[in-house]
């Protein structure tokens, strides 16, 4: 095994069969390494500096990775509550520390949680669907109008824009998409909650959450978690590739977020909030 130019790949020699002959040859495959993620943040007059998270995730935007994270899990709401965050160790690490300011809610997330988290599972340890869907913000904005024609131009945007998929295949991807059909940003990720994650600690990073005015398009299905991200960025649409799950569906309903799935061939379903998509 060797690494490529990209943080993303390795390299693999593998033995290919096709039609009863093999060759030899050498496979570029997803890369995937631990990231431990760190907090330091107050509690009463203290600091406490501990480790919060450790997921599996594709090397590379691992700060927007830690930022997105800490959105999703409501544990901060805005830019100004990340003091700093950077890697230990120097480049290349598999840590990643995060500094809070004193208002992050460090501690109503911790009661919300009843272990240590172990993956990219954006739900696991969780105590239950209303410890979660209690930390969620209000309803999104509901000023976000956009055509048809547009969701359904959203593969063929995507795919020119995912290179490491292009070089192996395993990655997922996710878009942040303007109301204009721009696509603005693409993470990939061999997690498809890492790859939002990241996606929306760019945002938080450069100060643009909520994202009253974008959609977020995916490459994978959409679930209950990756509503919850959404949701929790200010996120108004949400579509994807693949089909939604029924809790996916019933989350994106009480939040008044519009869940697109099956996005392919011209075609799409739309499972909450058609009132957002002119035909």
């Known amino acids: 095994m060797q690494a490529t130019e990209s943080s ?4 693999f020699s593998i033995k290919r069969l096709h039609s009863a002959q093999s060759e030899c040859v050498s496979d570029d495959v997803a890369a ?19 480790s919060v998270a450790v997921t599996m995730r594709t090397p590379g935007h691992d700060r927007e990775l830690a930022a997105g994270f800490l959105l999703s899990e409501g544990i901060i709401r805005r830019r100004e509550q990340l003091v700093e965050i950077r890697t230990l160790g120097g480049e290349p690490s598999n840590e990643i520390v995060a500094e809070l300011s004193k208002d992050a809610e ?11 988290i172990s993956s990219s599972c954006g739900v696991c340890g969780k105590r239950s669907r209303e410890a979660i869907s209690q930390r ?24 020119g824009r995912q290179e490491g998929f292009a070089q192996t295949g395993g990655l997922h991807a996710a ?14 990720d061999i997690g498809r909650h890492n790859a939002l994650d990241k996606l929306l600690g760019s945002c ?12 977020i398009f995916l490459s994978s299905r959409s679930s209950f978690e990756l509503i919850q991200k959404t949701v929790m960025a200010g996120a108004p649409i949400l579509a994807t590739v693949g089909g ?32 957002r998509i002119n035909s």
């Not at 061939?265 to 499972?271: D, K, S, T």
């Open 8 to 11: 993303q790949v390795r390299r």
């Open 204 to 215: 938080v990073l450069s100060d643009r959450i909520p994202l009253k005015n974008h959609l």
């Open 32 to 50: 995937e390494e631990p990231l431990e993620i760190r907090l330091i943040y107050w509690f009463k007059d203290s600091k406490i500096s501990e």
């Open 175 to 188: 878009a942040l998409v303007s109301n204009s059909g721009e696509v603005e940003e693409v993470f990939e």
């Open 244 to 275: 939604p799950s029924s809790l996916a569906i019933e989350t994106a309903r009480e939040h008044g977020i519009t869940l697109i799935g099956f996005v392919r061939e011209a075609r799409f379903n739309i499972y909450s909030g058609e009132w």
């Open 106 to 116: 460090v501690e109503a997330w911790r009661y919300a949680r009843n272990s240590f």
């Open 136 to 159: 969620f913000p209000a309803t999104v904005a509901d000023t976000l109008r956009v055509d048809a024609t547009l969701i359904e131009k959203l593969p063929g945007l995507l795919r």
